[in-house]
């Protein structure tokens, strides 16, 4: 059994690596850049509000994958899958070009375009990369390889995100964003002409151009197939969980914590660091095998530390008064309250990771091969309809009156319902951790 990071020595593994690790790493600049702009020099771009923009610019960037990740579904199972990626990065290309004029301009509407035509893009890339693993992974590499890839996921957005917010603020911003968002996308096509061969899993498939139906085609196919659409729910709840803490962490830093932007950018990265360690971790704890006793383990933990980071953060809030200046990321490390909540912030990263990676290694499993990228299709779709209810049912718990540490309580509360659900429809989530538990406990 090799170690995880021999794969990145192996042509079938790493040029898809830094493909993915590019795309999502530009994704973010461009995203973190436009909102950041948005926000910061509104009357530039825009005779709308900047919190107006400032949400309706994600809901673009997601609204592809409700339009067409099924019919990216069926692409990518009809057709042999390194031309895909390939095509996907030319197209990435193009729409940075377009993006360039739009930053040079100071038009909104181009700029908002090509942040649509960019989720189109990442619409497209995920039903191919997430079934190109099984494909050249052993399955006993399967749990390595996706910890890999989410790792990898979250070191992109995050490194995106810092670097996007530093482009935009700078004097010749246009300039730079252009050039960097042009560069990683020659970079990202150059790095996917190394991707390997790889076979087509339907190439009889008659493609269902009507994306209404074959969305409804997908999901109904998830249904009749329980342990999938289980594994499904459960990735689309981390994703709701992951969305509701990062869209809240630039307010709970400024509001609740006193903090400026490098307390914003510190919680980011400690969340981050989690997700990678956790996602890393798992290889050696599952026994390179899918080991879906660890997704309960990893749910636990998520609960738990949750529920503490509304603990810490009530205890802060009540504690703590305003300073005359916003803490910045040295004062907030000196205390110990900071620290307890940036531990459960770690730990909430390191068991989401525990939590996702069996998950995704799950779906992937060679069952259904000849509907593989239709799968992760359905996935996508859950996961875009899950992060989207997850900002309607943040905007109902502040209408109610509470505040974000609160919300952080309601999002625990609810990972302990979905974490229970999943145990009762799934008994093999419950069996296999005591198992695995039991094993680790005599090691």
Known sequence: MSNQFQLLKEQRFRPLFFTQFLGAFNDNVFKTALITLVVFRTSQLTTLDAATMATILPGLFILPFFLFSATAGQIADKFEKSQIIRFVKVFEIIIMLFASVGFFIHSIVLLATSLFMMGVHSTLFGPVKYSYLPQQLREDELIGGNGMFEMGSFVAILLGQILGAWLAMQSNSELLISLCVLTLACIGYWTSRGVPHTAAGAPELAINWNPITETFYNLKFIWQHQPLWLAIIGISWFWFFGATLLAQFPNFAKFTLHGDESVFILMLSIFSLGIGIGSLLCEKLSNYKIELGLVLFGGIGITIFGA?????STAIKTTLTAPALAYDYMHFLSSFLHLHLLADILLIGIFGGFYIVPLYAF????????????IIAANNIMNALFMVVSALFSLWIFDLGFNIPQLFL???????????????????FLSRFLIWSSINKRK
Not at 308 to 312: G, Q
């Open 308 to 312: 503490d980071l509304y603990a810490t």
């Open 410 to 428: 309601a999002t625990a509360i609810l990972s302990a319902i979905i974490i229970a659900y999943l145990s009762i429809r799934q008994p093999d």
């Open 363 to 374: 779906i992937q499993s060679p069952r259904e091969k000849s509907h593989q990228s239709r």
